[in-house]
């Protein structure tokens, strides 16, 4: 199932005690627990551009168009336009811009629209401190306007290969668009702060969209992933993508661990879906089989899912006992896999326990709230934007007692 998304989502379903609503000091800490030893958190190499990605200040976006590129974002949004960018002091010249977003997320570039940068895509040369890409994400669909900044970070917490977030104020041939998450991309550049070999194959999974607007689900399957799309690396005719559905399509449910363990890394996938789970990222692949990346790791050959889009997370409704990803499907089925899942989803609430994931809502409110008043093209109201921001940081509070409620995990 694949949802579209209304102006002002409300995706946090949690009954909100009085002692939580509204609480700023004296707010009551994380249930702690004993910290189980699952993972190593930190990227292999220091990334060089965390002031990007810091909640230190809303940094300045300001994006020149060739001229002619507004109408040509009009007329194909999909297309890049030459474009120079400045953020904060530093320039990059001759960008490609357009506007990203699908089914739910798509706006045009009069309302809200979301931007991807290349740095490359129209033949510059330029980086941004070794950085060849950026994604300016605008949270129309995040109705707390932190949730790419909390989701993400549980997922880096967990050892998860996912993207940094900060935030910006974004102007267009000086028209104010508003205030936008700066989102990190995946690319080989995000893999060498992850892997000490990034030459491996990266593929995007998410979903294959038609001419009519309807969709097809990407997994691995023999029906639908000839629409897998390589982003980096080796062309090899989806060979690694079919490894991984040939060991699916052999595995009984007690072979899963050892068949489906030889070409995907089961711990990753096990943190990976733990989180999707934890986080009630209900657009997931672990859950309607949407917003991910697949990295095949030079070093072992198997296969690594990345996490994309939480901006819809923090869903209660999220169907925990029923996954919809054929490796979830299939690591449930196997008892050794399936005590990894839920090992890591133990961890997962030791990790946010021990974080500083409350005090980031903190400081991200009141760092973007000015700017929310401001925001000339948003589409959810202040009250409703704090509101949201209230009932995230109930759910960092209550969820581990929550899952235990949960029959079938």
Same mark, same amino acid.
């Given at each position: ?73 009009? #007329? ?236 819809? #997370? ?15 499907? #299939? ?62 940081? #109930? ?15």
């Amino acid at each position: 199932m694949f949802f579209l998304i209304a102006c002002n989502p409300t995706p946090l379903e949690v009954l909100l005690p009085e002692a939580v609503e509204g609480r700023e000091e004296g707010e009551p800490s994380l249930d702690t627990g004993e910290p189980v030893d699952l993972i190593e958190a930190a990227p292999v190499k220091p990334p060089e551009t965390d002031w990007i990605f810091s909640l230190d200040q809303v940094h300045q976006v300001s994006l020149s168009l060739a001229p002619g590129g507004m109408e040509s974002l009009r #007329a194909d949004p999909r297309t890049f336009v030459l474009a120079d960018l400045q953020i904060d002091d530093r320039v990059v010249h001759g960008i490609g811009v357009r506007i990203k977003g699908r089914l739910g997320s798509l706006r045009s570039i009069d309302q809200k629209a979301a931007l991807k940068l290349d740095f490359n895509a129209m033949g510059g040369t330029e980086k941004l401190e070794g950085l060849k890409a950026l994604n300016l994400n605008s949270m129309v669909q995040d109705c707390s306007w932190v949730h790419e900044r909390i989701g993400y970070g549980i997922y880096r917490g967990m050892g998860i290969p996912a993207p940094r977030v900060g935030y910006a104020w974004v102007t267009v041939d000086d028209q104010p668009f508003g205030l936008y998450t700066i989102v990190e991309e995946y690319d080989k550049t995000f893999l060498e702060s992850w892997y000490d070999d990034s030459s491996g194959n990266l593929y995007d999974a998410d979903y294959k969209l038609w001419p009519d607007g309807h969709y097809t689900l990407l997994d691995f399957d023999s029906s639908v992933q000839q629409w897998i799309e390589l982003d980096s690396g080796t062309d090899v005719a989806l060979a690694d993508i079919g490894a991984v559905t040939t060991a699916l399509d052999g595995a009984r449910a007690n072979q899963v661990d050892a068949k489906v363990g030889a070409v995907v890394d089961l711990d990753e996938f096990a943190r990976m879906w733990a989180v999707d789970a934890w986080i009630g990222h209900y657009d997931s692949y672990s859950y309607n089989i949407n917003n991910y990346r697949i990295y095949f790791d030079s070093t072992d050959g198997k296969a690594d899912l990345f996490p994309w889009d939480p901006d819809w #997370a923090f869903y209660e409704a999220t169907p925990l006992e029923s996954p919809s990803g054929r490796l979830a499907r #299939a690591c449930k089925g196997d008892a050794t896999c399936h005590e990894r899942f839920l090992t890591a989803l133990d961890a997962t609430s030791s990790w946010v326990a021990q974080s500083d994931l409350m005090e980031q809502i903190r400081t991200a409110s009141t760092l973007i709230q000015p700017y929310i008043a401001q925001d000339p093209r948003r589409e959810t109201d202040a009250a409703s934007i704090q509101s949201c921001q209230t009932q995230l940081k #109930a759910w960092l509070q209550m969820r581990r007692d929550r899952l235990a409620d949960w029959s079938g995990l």
